[in-house]
């Protein structure tokens, strides 16, 4: 079994959203979909390419329950909650990558 990534692509469309959204994925939005998506891990980024692009990566054991998420009751709460809050502010694309090789620095 392969480990899965989501990856959730968010652009704002004004950056001065952006310390209002960082606080709100930080302390709402990334623990709650950790916890209900089960994944193993979840963590984000901001794009140094582009202030506006924000990154969200939930890791799951195995590419199945990866692309189980994208069905469930679960996205589908925290899509209606991120455009509860966010509505057309912000725009957003999900991906689902399979790890195909991963090596540590002591490899």
């Not at 959203?17 to 891990?41: I, M, S």
């Not at 509505?87 to 790890?99: A, Q």
Request: hydrophobic fraction near 45%; charged fraction near 30%; charge should be negative.
């Amino acid at each position: 079994m392969a480990t899965a990534v989501l990856i959730v692509r968010a652009r704002l469309n004004n950056l001065s959203d952006r310390q209002k959204f960082d606080n709100w994925y930080r302390t709402e939005h990334l623990p709650v979909a950790v916890r209900e998506f089960k994944a193993q891990r979840g963590w984000r980024c901001w794009s140094r390419t582009n202030p506006l692009v924000h990154i969200a990566l939930y890791e799951f054991p195995s590419v199945e329950e990866a692309e189980d998420i994208l069905d469930s009751a679960a996205l589908a709460a925290q899509i209606a909650e991120f455009d509860r809050v966010w509505g057309t502010e912000v725009t957003r694309t999900r991906e689902i990558v399979e790890v195909a090789e991963e090596l540590s620095a002591r490899s």
